[in-house]
Structures are given as structure tokens and as C-alpha cells.
């Protein structure tokens, strides 16, 4: 892989994670390919151009698993360009006082953790290797801005990434390491889906919601990867049109 782009792609088995995977491909980046899953994780290589991916299954909230990862990583790919961190999960969409402590737990321990792990892992590869620097992208969500009813771990995680963002982009800057987030509303994916039966909104009412194809999220991704390390996308929220999102509450 020396020459190549290298970004991995946390999450990568399915919905964003996926399409982000295969549209870095698509940009020419060599993408590394992390989840849980390992099968998850080899569909999404068969869909990508041969010889373009690698398969590195881990847990990222595993700080043993991610310092392996990384130190596979730097050692088979040469260096790291990109970091997408990508993976997460929700909790049941209970009432605030029903949610059980370990749904809160997993929801922070994977959302938050796992990303300031892999961020972690990625500014000690970045900052030491020839050119140095790189960009980390972080998965905000909509959620970072306007909750959903009974969504308070997945929103105060989401809240809590826009945090982790702004640390990484001012701490990068003396590496040349470069951080921004993606806030994604209503993209079409198996998290997403319960969105075409209807959703609970702030007013009460349980109402469908319009989707977007996931492939725009790849694409924003590609371009937020395309810049030179000089420029950076701070902040940027991809959207379904017509989500109520703007209005929200």
C-alpha cells in the first residue's frame, strides 16, 4: 500500500460506514475496514473495486483491541491519512426515566469512548509519520444539535462528539492533523429505516419521515477528504430535504 491513501473507516459493515467505505474507494483512497462484524465487513469489501480494501475486525471500544488496530494498521499500510469515526449505536427509545444503566453505559462506552480511542490511536500514527499530519472526521449527527423524544444517551453522546471535534481540531493543528464532523439527518440505512413507519415527534405525534439516499453521505465525506491539510471542514450536516429538522421542537 506505500504511495496509496490510506483511511480507515470505523463502522464500516453497513449504512454510513459502508457507503463511506466504497466512496473513498471510489475517490482512489485505500480504505481499511473496522467493525465488529468480520462478514459485515467482507460484504462491504466484495461491493468495493479488488485490492482496494482491507478487512480489520475490532471493537473500538476495546482500548487493547484499538491499540492493536492501529499498530496493524501503521505496520501493513505504512501510514494513516484518514480516520472516519463512524461507529455507533443507539439505546431503546424508552422513557428517559425507564432507560436501564447499561444501555446508557454501551451507548457512551461505543459513541464517545470508542471514538476518542481511535482518535487517540490515530494523532500518535499522524503526528510521527513522513509527511506528518492527517484528518479525522467525526460522525456528529443531527442528534448534536435537536434531540429526538427519548433519545438522552444517543443525544448527549452525539452533543459530547461536537466536544471531542473541537479538542481534535485545536490540539491537531501543531501535528497538522486536521479534525471536522459530518451531521447527518435521515439517511436512508437499517438505523434508519423505522423512519417510513413513523417516528415519535416533541409534539406527541408519531409521523413518517422522508429519507435520503446514504450514498449522498459518502459522497460528503469524500469531498470533506479531499481537501489539502492547509483547509478544513469544520462543520458540515448532510440531510434528507424535507426532514423536520429545521423547525424541529
Not at 37 to 54: C, H
Request: contains cysteine.
Amino acid at each position: 500500500m506505500n504511495g496509496d491513501r490510506i483511511a480507515v473507516v470505523t463502522g464500516a459493515g453497513s449504512g454510513v460506514g459502508r457507503a463511506a467505505s466504497l466512496a473513498l474507494v471510489e475517490a482512489g483512497w485505500r480504505v481499511v475496514l473496522v467493525g465488529r462484524r468480520r462478514a459485515a465487513l467482507e460484504e462491504t469489501a466484495r461491493r468495493a473495486a479488488v485490492g482496494k480494501t482491507v478487512v480489520m475486525p475490532a471493537d473500538v471500544a476495546d482500548p487493547a483491541q484499538v491499540t492493536a488496530l492501529f499498530a496493524a494498521i501503521e505496520r501493513e499500510c505504512g501510514r494513516l491519512d484518514l480516520l472516519f469515526n463512524n461507529a455507533g449505536v443507539s439505546a431503546p427509545g424508552v422513557l428517559l426515566e425507564d432507560l436501564a444503566f447499561e444501555d446508557w453505559q454501551r451507548v457512551v462506552t461505543i459513541n464517545l469512548t470508542g471514538s476518542f480511542l481511535c482518535a487517540q490511536a490515530a494523532f500518535r500514527v499522524m503526528k510521527a509519520q513522513t509527511p506528518r499530519g492527517g484528518r479525522i472526521i467525526n460522525n456528529g449527527s443531527i442528534s448534536a444539535h435537536a434531540p429526538r423524544p427519548n433519545s438522552v444517551a444517543y443525544t448527549a453522546t452525539k452533543h459530547a462528539i461536537t466536544g471531542l471535534t473541537k479538542s481534535l481540531s485545536l490540539d491537531g493543528r501543531k501535528y497538522d492533523i486536521a479534525c471536522g464532523q459530518i451531521d447527518i439527518g435521515n439517511a436512508e440505512t437499517e438505523m434508519a429505516a423505522r423512519m417510513k413507519n413513523g417516528v415519535p415527534q416533541a409534539d406527541g405525534r408519531i409521523v413518517a419521515e422522508p429519507l435520503m439516499d446514504v450514498a449522498n453521505v459518502g459522497r460528503s465525506i469524500a469531498f470533506m477528504a479531499s481537501l489539502s491539510l492547509e483547509a478544513n471542514i469544520q462543520f458540515l450536516t448532510v440531510m434528507a430535504t424535507k426532514m423536520p429538522f429545521v423547525g424541529r421542537g
